[in-house]
């Protein structure tokens, strides 16, 4: 297979206009970066259409998933340093960057349990890292909706470990849209909120619960955190200031797994 | 006051050097970066000994920060953008960076209670972001190893958003001797291991307890978790990989602060 040595051969450039939220939505795909990242995407069977890797001396962990693509058909490109360099974001590029479809699911396909909500997030490190505790908390899946940060930016994907790959995401949907269906479905909606009425360790997050987080400068927006059923806060030490929102996220999360760890 | 407008201005100069490791070493000061932090440090009253401020235009956070260095007597000097530039590590500076001397405690100062201890601990985000995770459960205080991240690193000041100024932190000690002095004490040691014996969820972590962290990749050596009273794990879910290393201690240090809530 012939190297691509050109940062403007037509195949890179369409790759790396992937890059841009507004070419994602066009073209319905994104870009994976990094060899644990793309062994996921693979082993959790994402739509991958194309790998770009080093085409000499990117390591073992590039190696492998390479391989691992040529067993599927994925079509495999090399390419040299400063053309991989130019498809992923990262200061220090891990030599392998895939293609791949999107992976999100419907809202009505979202399976009913715990569901973090995240409405108007804005940083993809915070979503990615959301993610990924999400997943790990036992989530049964995650909703971002239209107005927050793309969940193909390739920091969140980058940060979701993986996540991406296997936990059920609706994406895209409107924050009223989210609302209605759960309530269709009986779910119980809880927000996050610095101020929330109850403690988290003391509110009952077991059974059907969505959880609502917003902003990370302006929290939920009024209209939306009106149609919780109860607000909750992370009790914080006084002298603290905060916490960021993936952390009291995560706290949130646990904290739900705990209580139905304790059910089953 | 004169404006500087030279990236080689003394002053500026002895300023950017703080930027390496070696030479915050030599001189025992640091930098902290945007209003948000160098407004924390004030307030904490760190022993701040320089403002660089945008000389115009930076904002009202700026201007209420600089105000306040005012009242208290520390210099504060006008800088042209690209001299603010020059001394700020982020992509996009917030027009104000401040130099203080160090503000680290000795190990024989943290006061007893939770201590998270961080055992060569590579990246500066995770440290600042435990560190403000630490600071909100309630810690008395935290220990950075030897071979860890430097607690000066401008993004780690930066990630524990103020904590850095008012917990109590010891830093650059050998795990040895932390692990004596812990003992001398009396405190219970627990070290966070990803295959730890017990889960978090059912260990006592109320009284004096310290919760050793290690790095990132390689987790704690074994000769330091051969020395901790018993290991625990964040139980996660089967198809998670893992837990990132500040979002396992923000679980830990919340559970923690969970059961000493209850018991009090």
Do not use: M
């Not at 009505?108 to 979503?127: A, K």
């Amino acid at each position: 297979v012939a190297v691509i040595a050109s940062r403007d051969n037509q195949r890179v450039l369409a790759a790396r206009r992937l890059q841009l939220r507004k070419h994602r939505e066009r073209e319905r795909r994104f870009l994976i970066e990094g060899p644990h990242a793309v062994e996921e995407a693979l082993v959790w069977s994402a739509p991958v259409t194309e790998v770009f890797h080093l085409w000499d001396g990117a390591g073992r962990a590039v190696d492998r998933v390479v391989a691992l693509a040529r067993e599927r058909g994925i079509p495999c490109v090399p390419v040299t340093r400063p053309v991989l360099e130019s498809l992923d974001s990262t200061e220090t590029p891990q030599g392998v960057v895939a293609v791949s479809e999107r992976v999100d699911v419907g809202l009505e396909t979202v399976p009913t349990g715990l569901v973090p909500v995240l409405v108007e997030v804005q940083d993809p490190g915070n979503l990615g890292a959301i993610l990924r505790s999400a997943d790990a908390a036992g989530s049964a899946g995650l909703v971002v909706t239209a107005g927050s940060v793309d969940l193909y930016n390739p920091k969140a994907v980058r940060s979701s470990a993986g996540s991406v790959f296997h936990l059920p995401v609706a994406r895209d949907v409107r924050p009223e849209a989210v609302v209605s269906e759960l309530r269709r479905r009986g779910i119980r909606i809880v927000a996050a909120a610095a101020d929330g009425r109850e403690s988290v360790f003391t509110s009952n997050l077991t059974g059907p619960v969505a959880v609502l987080f917003g902003n990370e400068a302006r929290g939920l927006p009024d209209e939306v955190a009106a149609q919780a059923d109860t607000t909750v806060r992370v009790p914080i030490e006084a002298r603290a200031e905060s916490l960021n929102l993936a952390a009291a996220a995560t706290v949130i999360l646990f904290e739900a797994a705990r209580q139905r760890a304790l059910q089953s």
